[in-house]
């Protein structure tokens, strides 16, 4: 048993309201220079819709992630002799207009225009080419429009067109928020041919080096949920970096300090790396997310603890992963489940499906719904967090409607439901940490680098002055 550390995220998306906070504080944080215009760190996608970039799901197309031929696992973009071949031309390689073409206002029109019959107007010109340009696409130019065309382009919807017609009155809508995976089988840390891009051995965070990335973009047809970027000014790849400098800190990533809905549950894990590529040879698509949970290993127990420890695993951090809120989510709970297992990559962001209103014909007749007959198809969310296995969607949205009845049944003090999965206490876990948890029981990080906790830091903030990360300056 090989134990390794690893930051792992969890996204509530009954309570995103797509809001895209997260998106702007992240693009102000980290790509707010030239080249990195169009790039996105973390955006909001509204589901059923295309994303950002468009159609980024279809891997028939972009060839992303792994496949597994005759029990062996390989990059479905090709063999290293096929992408020896393709690297000065990579056809799977998405343009700028599959995300969008980033662009200004020509606003000196409006300041230094003279006396006119007329109002002046400041007209787009690009970031790129400094030219005039007409607007046609945007990160989030289908935001709320799950009604709409682009809607009826989702990849997931295609997959399933016999049993889902987006009729008026059967529209459904959720958020999807997005960022790396930072999985734990990176396709695009095996496509990179510099070796510029590595998973950290202390933390699981993903990075691309800029010293060692030779702009051979082969990172990004490789990763299936398309969150590596190319910088067109400087030639290299870029990513989220999970914040690892706040990470090393003991605080946050800024999407999960900065969300207004309270939606990211932030702490880390301890897996078996020996079962990872196992894990991820899974004949079954199914079976994968199961198999998945088997990787993720208790941290309360001896044996996990003490193979944590011979690995160099610090007891801060076994610590956290101890109090750790994703484990009980992803593991003890299982209500989170990972985005498009199928690809293989063994995600670390976790979302917990949406519940959603009741269809119109069942409203009358019950107060809490079963998972079957809730708006969003459960054919649907299968295709996005299950591979198509609509029981592992209906199990978790029942564990998430046992919980809404327990704790309705005790506000009007009558007897729990019968035939619970788990014990009542359980449920009202749960309902603290997904409803009214507080900032600091939402996120679980070791202290930094300095030996500080959030919450000291948070204390220092604005009154010690500029200090180097460890006390090295």
Known sequence: MNIKAQVAMVMNLDKCIGCHTCSITCKNVWTNREGAEYMYFNNVETKPGIGYPKNWEDQEK?????????????????????????????????????????????????????????????????????????????PNWDDDLAGGESARQDVNLKKIAEDITLEFQDIFMKYLPRNCNHCLNPACVAACPSGAIYKRDEDGVVLVSQDACRGWRHCIPACPYKKVYYNWKTNKAEKCTFCYPRLENGLPTVCTDTCVGRIRYLGIILYDADAVLSTAKTTDEKNIYPTLLDVIKDPTSPEVQAAARQAGISEAVIKAAEISPVYKIIKRWQLALPLHPEYRTLPMVWYIPPLSPIMKVQEDKVYLPNSE????????????????????????????????????????????????????????????????????????????????????????QGSAGYACPGGFC
């Not at 970031?127 to 696409?137: P, S, V």
């Not at 940490?433 to 830091?457: F, M, S, V």
């Open 62 to 138: 972009w060839k992303g992630g792994w496949q597994v031929n005759g029990g062996e696992l390989s990059l479905r973009t090709g063999s290293k002799l096929e992408r020896i071949l393709k690297l000065f031309y990579h056809p799977q390689q998405p343009e700028l207009l599959d995300y969008y073409e980033p662009w200004t206002y020509d606003y000196e029109t409006l300041i230094n225009s003279t006396r006119k019959n007329h109002q002046p107007v400041a007209r787009p010109r690009s970031l790129i080419t400094q030219k005039r340009m007409n607007i046609k696409w945007g």
């Open 373 to 460: 007959t809730m708006r969003i198809p459960l054919a649907y969310l299968a295709e996005l967090f299950s591979a198509g296995d609509t029981k592992v969607i209906a199990r978790t949205l029942q564990r998430l409607l046992d919980m809404r009845s327990v704790m309705r049944q005790k506000e009007i003090n009558a007897a729990p439901p019968k035939n619970l999965e788990f014990e009542v206490g359980e449920y009202e876990k749960m309902y603290r940490l997904l409803g009214i948890a507080k900032y600091a029981d939402r996120i679980k990080l070791p202290a930094g680098l300095q030996g500080k906790t959030h919450e000291q830091l948070r204390e220092l």
